[in-house]
């Protein structure tokens, strides 16, 4: 049983930069590949990056590639989501999610993903 917890979203202007956390409970964190994902208002929730146990492969979506980076640390029990270059686009409740299985490459579908966070708000607006 993994629980997760995210933060650090908010209200920002486009262009701007923020940073999402989630933290995790449990001693087997490095066991899981963990994953953000975001839904917007009246969409389906959609793949934003994921990162593998170790850290040592991840992806992103077209989207948010060169924009955000996922990084992990397995000693805090931390996965974070750097956010550059903020659009209006990119306003969502943001998920992150862990993935139990043992898949070489960190999964971009939600369904391959065990354990859910409660989600942060992330709005850019001028």
């Known amino acids: 049983q993994v629980q997760l917890v995210e933060s650090g979203g908010g209200l920002v202007q486009p262009g701007d930069s923020l940073r999402l956390s989630c933290a995790a409970s449990g001693r087997t964190f490095s066991s899981y590949a963990m994953g953000w994902f975001r839904q917007a208002p009246g969409k389906e929730r959609e793949f934003v990056a994921a990162?593998?146990?170790?850290?040592?492969?991840?992806r992103y979506s077209d989207s948010v590639q060169g924009r955000f980076t996922i990084s992990r640390d397995n000693a805090k029990n931390t996965v974070s989501l750097q956010m550059n270059s903020l659009k209006p686009e990119d306003t969502a409740v943001y998920y992150c999610?862990?993935?139990?299985?043992?898949?070489?490459?960190?999964?971009?579908?939600?369904?391959?993903?065990?354990?859910w966070g409660q989600g942060t708000q992330v709005t850019v607006s001028s």
């Open positions: 999610a862990a993935d139990g299985s043992t898949r070489y490459q960190p999964s971009t579908r939600s369904m391959t993903y065990d354990y």
């Open positions: 990162i593998r146990r170790n850290g040592g492969s991840t």
